[in-house]
């Protein structure tokens, strides 16, 4: 059982440092060049030949979800554990709710900007703020991973 614990949280690092990977290489390669030159840049996305990064998305959150609840249940007796990972999930849960709330609402309106009648300032001012503010939330996400390695030091 006791191996069974620090496999689940060894397991939740590797899905957390998966998913902060994609959340640094979003937002170094991919979205400077498409949310600075909307509605022209969603050429980036859209026809047949368009990135869909959902597909990544779509296959590591549920992974990073499943695997910090394992382990949450997993290490529940270890105290000290229980906390970090609890810091954890709460960060998660807050970045997945303003996910829904706001970042992928605002995405699907970048994807269909080219249908749309507004001005390419006005694209470029919401890209850009969308983009500070998922900083914010990947930065987050960052400190949730440091507890997971914090919690992966604690044994008592």
């Known amino acids: 059982m006791g191996r069974a ?8 690092l590797i899905c957390w440092g998966t998913l ?14 498409y ?3 909307l509605p022209e840049s969603t050429a980036l996305i859209n026809g ?30 270890l105290t000290a554990r229980r906390k970090y990972i609890l810091i954890t999930m709460g960060i998660y849960a807050v970045a997945i709710i303003a996910t829904a709330a706001f ?16 001005p390419a300032s006005e694209w470029l ?10 900083w914010i939330r990947g930065a987050s996400l960052y400190v949730g991973f440091v507890m997971l390695l914090i919690a992966f030091k604690k044994n008592d």
Request: glycine share 4%; hydrophobic share 50%; net charge negative.
């Open 20 to 33: 902060i990977g994609g959340v640094m290489y979003s937002h170094v390669v991919y979205f400077p060049p």
């Open 5 to 12: 614990k620090e496999l689940l949280l060894f397991i939740t």
């Open 125 to 134: 001012e919401r890209g850009q703020r969308w983009q500070y503010l998922s």
């Open 35 to 37: 949310l600075s030159h």
């Open 48 to 77: 047949p030949f368009g990135l869909h990064d959902e597909n990544f998305w779509m296959f590591i959150h549920p992974l990073a979800i499943v695997s910090i609840i394992a382990t949450l249940i997993f290490n529940w007796k």
């Open 103 to 118: 970042f992928l609402p605002e995405l699907m309106e970048f994807a269909n900007s080219s249908m749309s009648s507004v």
